[in-house]
């Protein structure tokens, strides 16, 4: 019973370095999220999806992009990764209001 | 203003004692209400859903006051598995497209 897969968990980038973080449910929830956390500061929103081919920006969407091509995917892309982007990152998904699943989490370094 | 507001605490409770954590919301016409946990290192997960009536689930108790905006979680019997931090969240719903917003969380450590 998988639920809410992230990869990768870990990531050391270069500032300028590029990467995607793939998250992939097997609930067939409709929506789905990407947060990232730092210290102090809670899970903010980064962007979100409420359905397959559809994504919109959350509270801080600034350096990143997002794609769902395919409802059980969302993936998150970084172009050019910026040390104020070390964080860790979660991807989450739900069935309407209900509650949200989350994944284990993706470490992401930059340095 | 944030959508959500929690105490960070922390609070360092004996074993045995009772611990309640307290949240506000700004949006009034938010529709569904969590209380999430979250162990260090890990993702956080459901600890229960905060229903109009109030609800109950063992030693947890959460309560929703609509007119104050406001979220509590009530902890009895406090054990050492219990430290961890304890998440307060809201989904507003409707056009929003379902977003849950967090608070930043509130640490508990149970003391032997």
């Known amino acids: 019973n998988a639920g809410v897969t992230q990869t990768p968990k870990f990531r050391v980038l270069k500032t300028g370095q590029s990467m995607t973080l793939l998250c992939a449910q097997d609930m067939n929830h409709e929506y789905m999220y990407w947060y990232r956390q730092d210290p102090g500061m809670g899970l903010r929103l980064i962007h979100y999806?409420?359905?397959?081919?559809?994504?919109a920006k959350g509270e801080v969407p600034d350096g990143y992009n997002v794609s769902r091509l395919k409802k059980q995917n969302f993936l998150l892309g970084l172009e050019s990764a910026a040390p104020s982007q070390t964080s860790v990152y979660f991807c989450a998904s739900s069935y309407s209001r209900a509650e949200a699943f989350f994944g284990q989490g993706t470490r992401l370094t930059v340095v | 203003r944030k959508e959500v507001e929690q105490d960070p605490g922390p609070f360092n409770v004996p074993e045995g004692a009772t611990v309640a954590f307290n949240c506000t919301y700004s949006n009034s016409a938010s529709q569904s209400f969590f209380w999430y946990r979250q162990d260090c290192r890990k993702e956080p997960k459901l600890l229960m859903s905060?229903?109009?009536s109030g609800n109950e689930d063992g030693r947890f108790t959460a309560q929703l006051n609509r007119a104050s905006q406001y979220i509590s979680l009530l902890i009895r019997d406090s054990k050492l598995s219990d430290s961890a931090t304890y998440l307060c969240v809201v989904n507003p719903g409707g056009i929003t497209g379902n977003q849950f917003y967090f608070g930043t969380g509130t640490s508990l450590t149970v003391i032997p």
């Open positions: 999806s409420v359905g397959e081919g559809t994504t």
């Open positions: 905060v229903y109009s």
